[in-house]
């Protein structure tokens, strides 16, 4: 049974850092794109931020970019975001999610990809 679990989150101030990890299980994603998601209540799940298999190619949101940092480690099976400067707009349910389909690229459309971890909650007080 494939599974991806998230952690890292929890309840911090304006200006912090938090560190979310996704470790997979039951198979691994070497050879698959993978990426972070995020839904804030009452809103769309929204991508966030996007990695290459290699980690040699990265993308992310607008308004996530110069305080997030996507990155993988294939030898742990774990999926890291590093999340600087938070504010409180960044609240939200973060989500990893991995792609069965080997790519050289980078997906950022939640539609392409097949597994979903259960989320990790982000609350950022003023």
């Known amino acids: 049974q494939v599974q991806l679990v998230e952690s890292g989150g929890g309840l911090v101030q304006a200006g912090d850092s938090l560190r979310l990890s996704c470790v997979a299980s039951g198979r691994t994603f070497h050879g698959s794109p993978m990426g972070w998601f995020r839904q804030a209540p009452g809103k769309e799940r929204e991508f966030v931020a996007a990695?290459?298999?290699?980690?040699?190619?990265?993308d992310y949101s607008d308004s996530v970019k110069g305080r997030f940092t996507i990155s993988s480690d294939h030898a742990k099976n774990t999926l890291y975001l590093q999340m600087n400067s938070l504010k409180p707009e960044d609240i939200a349910s973060y989500f990893c999610a991995a792609r069965v389909q080997p790519g050289i690229g980078i997906v950022v459309s939640s539609h392409e990809y097949d597994y979903w971890g259960q989320g990790t909650q982000v609350t950022v007080s003023s």
């Open positions: 990695i290459s298999w290699n980690g040699g190619i990265t």
